[in-house]
T-cell receptor, first 114, second 112 residues
Framework: TQLLEQSPQFLSIQEGENLTVYCNSS?????LQWYRQEPGEGPVLLVT?????EVKKLKRLTFQFGDARKDSSLHITAAQPGDTGLYLC??????????????FGEGTQLTVNP | DADVTQTPRNRITKTGKRIMLECSQT?????MYWYRQDPGLGLRLIYY???????NKGEISDGYSVSRQAQAKFSLSLESAIPNQTALYFC???????????FGPGTRLTVT
């Protein structure tokens, strides 16, 4: 079983601060996704990174896939209260021919205080 | 209208009762999934189905069963509910060849 470990599990910061969330594994993934979940809703996909070393930006969010495709990070610049939510990383298992099954990390609960 | 719907949204039941959670989708996807979410544990896969005739166990299938009644419908059953099955349950769908999953709003199940 491939495992993904996220850190930190909880993060509470002030508006305007920067933060980084990490997603680590000893296993290689063919791609890695980041989802955001708000209370009472299901997770919603933010981004998929596929190539080792890939960096993607989504407004103030920067996602990076490690060179070895075993880890990823999410960096938020100048966090806003609207960024509050549960952030989940999910890996597509290498060798997964169907390309569909995901392994999820434990999640990082981010609270941005005004 | 939501693409992936789940019923009920909340359910409280007693130990030993049989309960069914239902999921419907209008996205036309062949692939459907059931997950449970517990605090600090992320989402764990219970069962998944790649088409109507294909059902597969996930990492935590014990105590659960599923039925794929049609391409659009995937139900999860707890034959005899127990308190440690108290959790948030999510249904998801995906299209062939892509790992992007679309989640329903979840069912909060409490077993007393």
């Amino acid at each position: 079983t491939q495992l993904l470990e996220q850190s930190p599990q909880f993060l509470s910061i002030q508006e305007g601060e920067n933060l980084t969330v990490y997603c680590n594994s000893s296993s290689v993934f063919s791609s890695l996704q980041w989802y955001r979940q708000e209370p009472g809703e299901g997770p919603v996909l933010l981004v998929t990174v596929v190539t080792g070393g890939e960096v993607k930006k989504l407004k103030r969010l920067t996602f990076q896939f490690g060179d070895a495709r075993k880890d990823s990070s999410l960096h938020i610049t100048a966090a806003q209260p609207g960024d509050t939510g549960l952030y989940l990383c999910a890996g597509v298992n290498a060798g997964e021919t169907s390309g569909s099954r995901l392994t999820f990390g434990e999640g990082t609960q981010l609270t941005v205080n005004p | 209208d939501a693409d992936v719907t789940q019923t009920p949204r909340n359910r409280i039941t007693k130990t030993g009762k049989r309960i069914m959670l239902e999921c419907s989708q209008t996205k036309g996807h062949d692939r459907m999934y059931w997950y449970r979410q517990d605090p600090g544990l992320g989402l764990r896969l219970i069962y998944y189905s790649f088409d109507v005739k294909d059902i597969n166990k996930g990492e935590i299938s014990d105590g659960y069963s599923v039925s794929r009644q049609a391409q659009a419908k995937f139900s999860l059953s707890l034959e005899s509910a127990i308190p440690n099955q108290t959790a948030l349950y999510f249904c998801a769908t995906s299209d062939f060849g892509t790992p992007k999953q679309y989640f329903g709003p979840g069912t909060r199940l409490t077993v007393t």
